[in-house]
Nanobody
Framework: QVQLVESGGGLVQAEDSLRLSCAAS????????VGWFRQAPGKEREFVAA???????YYVNSVKGRFIISRDNAKNTVYLEMNSLKPEDTALYYC?????????????????WGQGTQVTVSS
């Protein structure tokens, strides 16, 4: 069993940056695939970025060139560096993990979820 806890959200202005963290506990998850999703009010949960167990990254088109997903296995932590933030990035951001190491862009592809951290970008 893996527990995920996100942090780092907040209220920022457009073009600012934030770094979200997702700390895992329960077991080492260096071989897991990890993903970040977001959900805005009244919308479905949306894939943002993922990092496979082999280290391959994937991004939704709207964040390519602005967001970077990475992991620090020594700290059992995954990060989402968000730059040039836009008001449309406002959402509750979740991290998720797949114990088989396979990346997916659907919520059902992941076994474990955090509680989310709110990101609000003002114009």
């Amino acid at each position: 069993q893996v527990q995920l806890v996100e942090s780092g959200g907040g209220l920022v202005q457009a073009e600012d940056s934030l770094r979200l963290s997702c700390a895992a506990s329960g077991r080492t998850f260096s071989s897991y695939a990890v993903g970040w999703f977001r959900q805005a009010p009244g919308k479905e949960r949306e894939f943002v970025a993922a990092l496979s167990g082999a280290g391959i990254t994937y991004y939704v088109n709207s964040v390519k060139g602005r967001f970077i997903i990475s992991r620090d296995n020594a700290k059992n932590t995954v990060y989402l560096e968000m730059n040039s933030l836009k008001p449309e990035d406002t959402a509750l951001y979740y991290c998720a993990a797949n114990r088989h190491g396979a990346v997916g862009q659907l919520p059902k592809n992941y076994d474990y979820w955090g509680q989310g951290t709110q990101v609000t970008v003002s114009s």
